[in-house]
């Protein structure tokens, strides 16, 4: 399998970012990182080989990248709002230095699928429904979609909003909203076995989350796996293989 690594700049997060290819051609699929993770963690997890088919086929390119969770959401020294402007800062480095190099790696490929584990899984939903043009699938693995409840404190305006679904998916209307029907798949897979419900808050977030975009009438489904799914890479091996080649 075709493997590059490249270093992105990120001046407002304080180093430079790791991005790792794999595969030589096929849609493009960006993977977050489970919390504080690195790029290379999903390889050294077995989520790649757990595609190794997909990717050797030509039918899709993994781009995983650094998730900078300890200068953002994970740094529990600091207040919600400011994690949540932090988080700006990694949405600006996804966008402007990610996106351009992947547009550059693969020429004409089709609109992205983003995907993570956990944490990851929340960044894979929150680039989806704030920028579907980018990334109009979201296949999000045990991911709990409520930042307010990762140890947070102080007071809450308008980035800890923006960023959080739980809390800005209820109020979406109008044109966006139209656009969002037409535009964006979301997946939420998760277990109902260890740690999916404590402490970790992934079971009901998935549940309270799907039924945020049921009732907005974005397209979605709730996959919930059994008592034996653990939140655990050993089945989110599994559930990606099981759901990926339906996008690619």
């Not at 992947?102 to 894979?124: E, L, N």
């Amino acid at each position: 399998m075709e493997r590059y690594q490249v270093e992105l700049d990120a001046p407002e997060l304080g180093r430079a970012g790791t991005v790792i290819r794999y595969g030589h051609w096929g849609r493009p699929v960006v993977v977050f990182p489970s919390e504080q993770g690195r790029a290379w963690d999903y390889e050294n997890n077995g989520m790649v080989a757990a595609v190794a088919d997909l990717v050797d086929a030509g039918r899709c390119k993994l781009y995983c990248v650094d998730s900078f969770d300890d200068r953002t959401w994970s740094d529990s020294s600091i207040p919600l709002e400011e994690r949540a402007r932090r988080h700006g800062a990694y949405a600006s480095w996804i966008l402007e230095r990610v996106v351009p190099f992947i547009g550059q790696d693969s020429p004409g490929a089709a609109d992205a699928v983003v995907t993570g584990c956990s944490m990851g899984a929340y960044h894979a939903l929150q680039f989806a429904l704030t920028r579907a043009d980018l990334f109009p699938v979201a296949l999000c693995q045990s991911g709990n979609y409520d930042p307010s409840v990762w140890s947070g404190w102080g007071e809450r305006g308008e980035a800890a909003y923006f960023t959080n679904p739980a809390d800005y998916v209820a109020h979406l209307h109008g044109d966006h909203l139209d656009w969002l029907r037409g535009r964006v798949f979301v997946v939420l897979v998760v277990g109902e076995g260890p740690w999916e419900t404590h402490p970790t808050g992934s079971l009901p977030s998935a549940r309270h989350l799907d039924g945020l975009l049921a009732e907005k009438g974005i397209p979605h489904e709730l996959d919930v796996w059994g008592h034996d799914s653990a939140h655990d890479w050993d089945w989110w091996q599994k559930q990606i293989a099981h759901h990926l080649p339906r996008f690619v």
